[in-house]
């Protein structure tokens, strides 16, 4: 898949540098965290759910001067906020971390009219983010480290691009960059959520998909060893899936989410997503595992070189969601960057 681009994509020559490894000392993780608590927050035409991870500072203790910074974190297709919990947990030791549930997802409402656009997601990043920025406290009007897997890279991307003043650095775990081929774990059938009334017939298959089978197709697509994943985990997600198939718009969000990011592939010239990564003016990290499904490893180093101030760090053995399956590798890549920063 490495032609795989649309074809007004740049072709830079030259490659990203790795991304350094930080040594910063990071909690252990023994046991399962459970979620981060969250509210409800208004956002442009409804409400989304966002989890709150409170800042630790240094595992040692001692925090006078320690750096206390703020992050959001963006899920991807038919994931939640819940999909950060480990990672926001290790990075607590300099961010104060914010999880959005984007809309129709994990908690959240539904956007206006029913409308699942990346431009509806990318507004409502933006509106989370203002708020993130307005809370008192040390990092009061500062701008915001943005994370963002698969679809929320993607948005997270864009957001960076239209917003820049609101994004300080800017982390893209396997995000869902434009292809023109769909990769081989995916249905070719899915070209057909661009047809009229195709997704609403997908919404009604996919309800009759429990929620244990639909989170055992999940782990077999986006983890590089499914064996990896603990059995504790696989309870977990089977719960917030069972919870999510209560919520009456699920299937809508997740068939009408994904026929609106193909549609954005189709777009060309300044509003294409390539053409948007090259406009990018923070410092920004690649993370991806060797093992994914879903979006291309190939694509990893093509962004990289493709962004201007960016680094890459690939995952040997990982797969799609690599916040998941692998917390302290992507921990130590996210504050690997920071720590190089200007000024840090």
Same mark, same amino acid.
């Given at each position: 898949m490495t032609d795989a681009f649309l074809s007004d994509a740049p072709r830079p020559e030259g490659g990203a540098p790795d991304a350094p490894a930080s040594s910063t000392a990071l909690p252990e993780l023994h046991r399962l965290l459970p979620p981060w608590p969250g509210d409800q927050l208004p956002v442009s035409g409804g409400e989304v759910f966002v989890r709150r991870t409170p800042w630790t500072g240094p595992v040692d203790g001692d925090v006078d001067g320690a750096p206390r910074e703020r992050a959001l974190y963006v899920h991807g297709l038919g994931g939640a906020s819940t999909n950060w919990t480990d990672l926001a947990g290790l990075l607590a030791v300099r961010l104060e971390g914010w999880a959005v549930?984007?809309? +129709?997802? +994990?908690?959240?409402?539904?956007?206006?009219?029913?409308?699942?656009?990346?431009?509806?997601?990318v507004r409502a990043v933006v509106d989370v983010l203002e708020h993130v920025r307005a809370q008192p406290g040390e990092g009061l009007g500062r701008p915001v480290h943005?994370?963002?897997?698969?679809?929320?890279?993607?948005v997270s991307l864009l957001v960076a691009a239209h917003r820049p003043d609101l994004v300080a650095t800017?982390?893209? *775990?396997?995000?869902?960059?434009?292809?023109y081929r769909v990769p081989p774990s995916f249905?070719?059938?899915?070209?057909?959520?661009?047809?009229?009334?195709?997704?609403?017939?997908? #919404?009604?298959? !996919?309800a009759g998909i429990t929620p244990e089978e639909s989170v055992r197709? !999940?782990?077999? !697509?986006?983890?590089?060893?499914?064996?990896?994943?603990?059995? #504790?985990?696989?309870?977990?997600?089977?719960?917030?899936?069972?919870?999510?198939?209560?919520q009456p718009w699920a299937d809508r969000a997740l068939t009408r989410s994904m026929r609106g990011l193909i549609t954005s592939?189709?777009?060309?010239?300044?509003?294409?997503?390539?053409? !948007?990564?090259?406009?990018?003016?923070?410092p920004t990290l690649v993370i991806w595992g060797d093992r994914d499904k879903l979006v291309d490893p190939a694509l990893a180093p093509r962004l990289a070189a493709? *962004?201007?101030?960016?680094?890459?760090?690939?995952?040997e053995g990982i797969g799609h969601v690599a916040m998941l399956e692998a917390p302290e590798p992507t921990a130590r890549a996210v504050l690997g960057m920071l720590e190089q920063l200007p000024g840090r």
């Open positions: 549930d984007l809309p +129709g997802f +994990g908690r959240s409402q539904p956007p206006p009219r029913g409308r699942y656009s990346i431009r509806g997601h943005l994370l963002g897997n698969s679809l929320g890279g993607l800017l982390t893209l *775990v396997s995000p869902a960059m434009p292809v249905s070719r059938a899915l070209l057909l959520l661009l047809l009229p009334g195709i997704p609403s017939l997908a #919404e009604k298959r !996919m197709a !999940m782990v077999r !697509m986006c983890f590089g060893d499914p064996a990896r994943v603990p059995r #504790e985990r696989i309870d977990q997600a089977v719960a917030e899936m069972r919870e999510r198939s209560e592939y189709l777009r060309v010239g300044r509003a294409n997503a390539w053409r !948007m990564a090259a406009s990018l003016s923070q493709v *962004v201007p101030d960016s680094r890459l760090r690939l995952l």
